[in-house]
């Protein structure tokens, strides 16, 4: 009884991981676009100019809109919107600033304006 049990067990599992493991999974519709990537980052306003080489910004999906939290006394970017590229690559689009933020699972490229503040970053994982 024991073995049939270990049986029974062992084939659950194995279904279970199949299942959860399918190649036709669009890596824009996982989060491996959230987390945190370090570079060089700036920003600018009227009253403030920051430039770190080694910075870094935390990405966190929020819905279906992404916010940047910055290192360094940068203020972060909320709620921006992205339309896919392609199948590993997302560029945002609309909302209420100018400008590009690109991202895929291992780059991210930011030069994006709003109110008068200006953000920029080149960074990797």
Do not use: H
Not at 7 to 25: E, H, N, P, Y
């Amino acid at each position: 009884m024991r073995s049939m049990l270990k049986i029974v067990g062992v084939l659950l599992l194995s279904a279970f991981l199949i299942s959860s493991c399918s190649k036709d999974t669009d890596p824009a519709d996982v989060d491996v676009f959230a987390g945190t990537f370090r570079g060089k980052i700036g920003y600018t306003d009227a009253e403030k100019n920051i430039s770190q080489d080694n910075g870094s910004v935390f990405v966190t999906k929020v819905g279906s809109r992404y916010d940047f939290r910055f290192s360094d006394g940068i203020p972060d970017i909320t709620n921006v919107e992205f339309s896919k590229k392609d199948a590993n690559t997302m560029v945002s689009v609309g909302g209420s600033g100018t400008g590009l933020i690109t991202i895929n699972k291992d780059k991210l490229v930011i030069g994006f304006s709003r109110d008068g503040r200006n953000w920029s970053a080149d960074c990797g994982r």
